[in-house]
């Protein structure tokens, strides 16, 4: 099992940037997979990024705005948002991966204002 615990949303204009955090109870090192969906309001959640032990993969749409990294030190997996645009609006989580179930964070607002 693992507990997770987003941070670093907030409210920011379009064009600016974001960096959120998603930190572990426990280390990181084992779990392959973590990433990143979001839901935006009256929507489905959706995918926005998935971190691996050695690679990372992005939704199409997102490619070049986002980037997500991991630090194993601190337990930590973050989301780098930057260019943002009213309709990244939403809530952002993040989600591990461990012995084929999922878990996942509580999630933090992030809010672009046009």
């Known amino acids: 099992q693992v507990q997770l615990v987003e941070s670093g949303g907030g409210l920011v204009q379009a064009g600016g940037s974001l960096r959120l955090s998603c930190a572990a109870s426990?280390?990181?090192?084992?779990?392959?997979?973590m990433g990143w969906y979001r839901q935006a309001p009256e929507k489905q959640r959706a995918w926005v990024a998935t971190?691996?032990?050695?690679?990372?993969t992005y939704a199409d749409s997102l490619k070049g705005r986002f980037s997500t990294s991991r630090d194993n030190a601190k337990n930590t997996i973050y989301l780098q948002l930057n260019s943002l645009k009213p309709e990244d609006t939403g809530v952002y989580y993040c989600?591990?991966?461990?012995?084929?179930?999922?878990?996942w964070g509580q999630g933090t607002q992030v809010t672009v204002s046009s």
């Open positions: 989600y591990a991966r461990v012995a084929g179930n999922d878990y």
């Open positions: 971190i691996a032990s050695a690679s990372t």
């Open positions: 426990r280390s990181i090192i084992s779990i392959n997979s």
